[in-house]
């Protein structure tokens, strides 16, 4: 990308007014488009590796910030790594793959970021070129739903499959699957199986905490039902107050784990949209203001920093994924471009509501998905 893109003005450019400008977040999306590569793909930092979860953030930061064709190319990058049964690997490097496991939640996402791109550029001819490569994820994904609703969260590089689900995994791939929906409504497809499965998903994520594997103190655990809109109202800014003494450092920001005083600026700028979400917009505003300090002054943000010492930890690490979690915060603040209100579940499908199912508390039928699935790609 050349210095005249990076330095572009637009009147759509998120500003959270008395924080960050709208030339400090183009600033940032220049730091996360100077890591593009050639190919598409968008590495965490300079040398080193990208996963496509992350890479879909970045990219969606990037169409955020007007410039599509960044995010176009990043999006090209995914269709052309895209696996014969709809997957992507973990981990990719400029030379090739590093990390062969298959994460549902990694895969599911691009539905998410593509329906973001649509809503910003409305420009469907894009989306309808994509179809293909979000039937194939969420059909993926979807052969590792266990009949509780829960996803199963990846399989090794032997394709053997892990023997339980995540929380946060779950709760990201309702959200995608809600925006997999919106996409195939919007092309006139009919997969209403993607709709029974994301309700069937809200509900295990909302209702039966037993189904997943306890992480309890990951700050991502606390805040992802939430971010996602599986678990809403007052039941959501309950767990919200529970959890805030946990994970919240006050004036600081927000601990990635409760079992030390590491505070990340992705996971704060994530709690930044799920409070935001909540209509909790002080709490939102004010945490925002607070990751600021991990800002540099060529606008990319350190990963994270230990308190009290401020040590930052990775030592110096900056990476494109973090950047792209402050851009979609900052936009979601400003209710700038037409896609800020995403992950208030804005332009997406109301869930459907299985508070009704049968179901037996937490006692739940395990998962009988099988390694066959996979159609032989091993």
């Avoid at 995608?176 to 996409?183: E, I, M, N, P, Y």
Wanted: charged share 20%; net charge negative; proline share 4%.
């Amino acid at each position: 990308m050349t210095t005249d893109r990076v330095k572009q003005s637009s009147d759509l450019v998120p500003e959270v007014k008395g924080v960050l400008t709208s030339s400090e977040i183009l600033e940032t999306a220049g730091t996360i488009a100077e890591l593009q590569r050639d190919n598409g793909m968008i590495p965490w930092f300079e040398g080193g590796h990208c996963d496509p979860w992350n890479h879909v953030e970045a990219a969606m930061a990037l169409t955020v910030c007007g410039l599509v064709e960044e995010a176009e190319r990043g999006y090209e990058w995914l269709a052309d790594s895209q696996l014969a049964d709809g997957s992507w690997f973990n981990y990719y490097t400029s030379q090739g793959v590093k990390d062969a496991r298959l994460d549902t939640n990694v895969c599911a996402y691009v539905a998410a970021g593509l329906w973001h791109h649509y809503l910003i550029t409305g420009d469907a001819d894009h989306l309808g070129s994509m179809w293909g490569v979000i039937e194939k994820a969420v059909d993926f994904v979807l052969r590792w739903q266990c009949p509780d609703g829960s996803v199963l969260w990846s399989l090794d590089p032997a394709g053997r499959r892990e023997s339980y689900a995540l929380l946060t995994g779950s709760s990201s791939i309702y959200h995608s699957l809600r925006c997999a929906v919106a996409v195939a409504e919007r092309l006139g497809k009919d997969r209403p199986e993607w709709e029974l499965a994301a309700g069937r998903l809200a509900h295990a994520v909302a209702h039966h905490p037993g189904a997943f594997a306890p992480k309890a103190e990951f700050a991502m655990d606390w805040y992802y039902p939430m971010l996602s809109g599986a678990l809403e109202g007052d039941p959501a800014r309950r767990r919200i107050a529970r959890g805030w003494s946990t994970f919240v450092m006050e004036g600081i920001g927000v601990r990635c784990v409760s079992t030390g005083d590491w505070v990340t600026a992705a996971e704060t700028a994530e709690c930044v949209i799920t409070l935001n979400a909540l209509g909790m917009h002080g709490a939102a505003s004010e945490l925002f203001e607070n990751v600021q300090d991990l800002r540099m002054s060529n606008g990319s943000y350190l990963t994270g920093m230990v308190f009290p010492d401020r040590t930052t930890f990775p030592d110096g690490e900056r990476t494109s994924y973090t950047a792209g979690a402050i851009i979609l915060a900052a936009d979601a603040l400003s209710n700038c471009s037409p896609a800020a209100g995403l992950f208030r579940g804005e332009g997406i499908p109301d869930r459907l509501d299985l508070a009704e199912s049968k179901c037996d508390g937490d006692r739940l039928p395990g998962c009988t998905a099988s390694v066959t699935d996979l159609n032989g790609i091993w």
